[in-house]
């Protein structure tokens, strides 16, 4: 079992930077895959980005590439999602997922992760 709470959301000017965090308890935390993904109203959850369990695999859907970054400190237990240059479109709730599997490639489906945390909303505006 992994269970995972995020942080660091808020409301940030256009061109504004946040940065969320993903702490997870569990004793299998640092072998699994984690994601992040959004869903704004009304709208599926999308993948944003994800990492494999020692961090050197990344990827990231189109629209954010060049502006997020995930990365994780397996000693603290902690995913961050650290999100540069923000759009309006970027508003969502923001959501972290682990997979339940140790190791394995990165994931991009929804459906390939078995936990998740209660989401925290950033929201982008003037």
């Known amino acids: 079992q992994v269970q995972l709470v995020e942080s660091g959301g808020g409301l940030v000017q256009p061109g504004g930077s946040l940065r969320l965090s993903c702490a997870a308890s569990?004793?299998?935390?640092?072998?699994?895959?984690m994601g992040w993904f959004l869903q704004a109203p009304g709208k599926e959850r999308d993948f944003v980005a994800a990492?494999?369990?020692?961090?050197?695999?990344?990827d990231y859907v189109d629209s954010v590439k060049g502006r997020f970054t995930i990365s994780r400190d397996n000693a603290r237990r902690t995913v961050y999602l650290q999100m540069n240059d923000l759009k309006p479109e970027d508003t969502a709730v923001y959501y972290c997922?682990?997979?339940?599997?140790?190791?394995?490639?990165?994931?991009?489906?929804?459906?390939?992760?078995?936990?998740w945390g209660q989401g925290t909303q950033v929201t982008v505006s003037s």
């Open positions: 997922a682990a997979v339940r599997e140790l190791g394995g490639p990165l994931k991009y489906d929804s459906t390939a992760y078995a936990y």
């Open positions: 569990g004793r299998t935390f640092g072998r699994n895959v």
């Open positions: 990492i494999n369990w020692s961090g050197g695999f990344t």
